[in-house]
């Protein structure tokens, strides 16, 4: 199996590359269904869980993936550490089974030994803004400066959650096959050519 893991910064139109991307590749696409699979498993509620894998919940500390959460046991809720082992059970089982698109949850780091193309999606600040305007809910009505904050809190957190389960640095260039910048193309222009180049690169590894 074919699995392409995007990290991205918030507002830089790392959802909107997946979705796009999946469709062209043929792949399945994986992102809020992946909360949704653990929401089932362990009968909790779906923002409970989101609030738990994507808001540096326990950015206290340091604990690579690779290690057993029984080391620091005094540090962690049970129930969060479950909701954490079922999320790389769920992804290494779509890893193993589909040809997929995996949006954040460290999947890169979860899924390392395993058949995958790690792209890193990040913006400038202004295109962020552009974006967050853009796609802004009706109910939100939020200044600049707090729209930036809310950027700037929001990849905190993804920063946060990202160091503490893996031993790497989130954004890094050495974690990543690929780092893209949507400032300079449009998402639609720039999909075909990553596309393309996704495909070389796995039939290379045959």
Same mark, same amino acid.
């Given at each position: 199996?074919?699995?392409?893991t995007i990290?991205?910064e918030f ?9 796009? &991307?999946a469709?062209y590749l043929a ?8 909360i949704s699979a653990i929401? +089932?498993?362990?009968?909790l509620?779906?923002?409970?869980i ?6 540096g919940s326990?950015r206290?500390y +340091?604990v690579p993936i690779?290690? +057993? ?17 079922a999320?790389?059970?769920v992804i @290494? ?6 040809? +997929?698109?995996i949006?954040g949850r460290?999947a ?9 193309f ?5 913006s400038?600040?202004?295109? @962020? &803004? ?10 939100e009505?939020?200044?600049e400066k707090?729209? &930036?904050k809310k950027?700037?809190?929001i990849?905190?957190n993804?920063k946060?959650?990202?160091e503490?389960?893996t031993?790497?640095?989130w ?5 990543y096959?690929?780092?893209?910048n ?10 075909p ?6 495909k070389?690169?796995f039939?290379?590894?045959n």
């Amino acid at each position: 199996m074919k699995t392409v893991t995007i990290s991205r910064e918030f507002a830089s139109g790392g959802r909107e590359f997946g979705e796009k &991307l999946a469709k062209y590749l043929a792949y399945e696409y994986y992102d809020k269904e992946i909360i949704s699979a653990i929401a +089932s498993e362990k009968g909790l509620n779906e923002n409970y869980i989101a609030s738990v894998i994507e808001n540096g919940s326990f950015r206290n500390y +340091s604990v690579p993936i690779a290690r +057993s959460f029984s080391l620091q046991p005094i540090f962690f809720n049970q129930q969060k550490i479950e909701i954490i082992t079922a999320q790389e059970k769920v992804i @290494k089982k779509i890893a193993d089974t589909k040809n +997929s698109v995996i949006i954040g949850r460290c999947a890169d780091a979860i899924l390392e030994g395993y058949r995958t193309f790690n792209i890193f999606v990040y913006s400038d600040m202004a295109s @962020k &803004l552009k974006r967050c305007i853009k796609y802004a809910p009706e109910n939100e009505n939020l200044s600049e400066k707090e729209l &930036l904050k809310k950027i700037k809190q929001i990849n905190k957190n993804r920063k946060d959650y990202y160091e503490v389960y893996t031993d790497k640095i989130w954004g890094a260039k050495e974690n990543y096959h690929l780092c893209i910048n949507t400032a300079i193309m449009e998402i639609d222009e720039i999909v075909p050519f990553i596309g393309e180049y996704i495909k070389a690169y796995f039939k290379k590894e045959n």
